[in-house]
């Protein structure tokens, strides 16, 4: 009935300080941390307890580090706890492959209400974001293109708490894209095949085809869960 309580590792203590300090108002948005010597003084732990915890508050936006002068609390403080769901999987040793798969079981069926109930202005928003993906300068713009496209298809929906549980994972969501598409971009070739996948997809939603958009949702999802696959199996044969 009952399981063996865990000890928590050190960083996760220095996290949860952190936090707790942020949500009493101890420490607000723009405030400067102290050094790591200082943090290291205070709470009795090792430095690389603190960059270990430092580093996963960076992940989630808790956190800013800015070169020459520190770290500060992240400017949108409102949204942590900050992405709870994100702080559990990378405490709890998560895998890309978690997140695959909650995209596949809340994506595939969002694009389909999304087809249902797109409108007009949901159409000229797609339509929008497609050309911007089209004329990304870099792999960097791409990727936030990409992620602002699945959101909209979330927010298209009209189901509110599909886009409050992909909120709840942003970092992860945005990780996970800008990994993902590294890894299919390794042959430049591939980048006009990612185009017309997000192309597909968005011309199902447009065209009202619930149907055709869970497909086109599917197979993209496929294609980064092969490339992952196949990147493994090479990896291990080095």
């Not at 865990?6 to 203590?13: A, D, I, L, T």
């Not at 509110?160 to 709840?168: G, H, M, P, V």
């Not at 447009?206 to 980064?224: F, S, Y």
Request: glycine share 6%; charged share 25%; proline share 2%.
């Amino acid at each position: 009935m009952f399981v063996p309580v865990k000890s928590k590792k050190v960083y996760e203590h220095v996290i949860e300080q952190i936090q707790n300090m942020v949500m009493t108002g101890v420490l607000q948005k723009g405030d400067k941390l102290p050094s790591e010597r200082d943090l290291v003084e205070q709470l009795g732990v090792s430095r690389a307890s603190i960059r270990e915890a430092i580093r996963a508050l960076e992940m989630i936006g808790l956190i800013e580090s800015r070169q020459g002068e520190g770290n500060f609390i992240g400017g949108d403080i409102n949204s942590s706890f900050f992405e709870p769901l994100s702080v559990m999987f990378m405490l709890n040793d998560g895998k890309s492959e978690d997140v695959l798969e909650l995209r596949r079981v809340i994506e595939v069926e969002a694009a389909a209400l999304a087809a249902g109930h797109i409108t007009e202005e949901g159409k000229v928003e797609l339509n929008r974001l497609m050309l911007e993906l089209k004329e990304a300068k870099n792999e960097d713009e791409s990727a936030k293109v990409d992620k602002a496209l699945h959101y909209t298809i979330a927010k298209i929906s009209g189901n509110y708490l599909i886009l409050i549980l992909l909120n709840t994972i942003s970092s992860l969501m945005e990780s996970f894209i800008r990994d993902a598409r590294g890894m299919i971009l390794r042959e430049e070739s591939q980048r006009e095949m990612l185009i017309e996948q997000h192309q597909k997809i968005c011309d199902s939603i447009i065209q009202e085809n619930p149907n055709a958009a869970v497909k086109a949702m599917r197979e993209h999802l496929q294609t980064i869960n092969q490339t992952m696959i196949e990147l493994k199996n090479q990896q291990a044969i080095q």
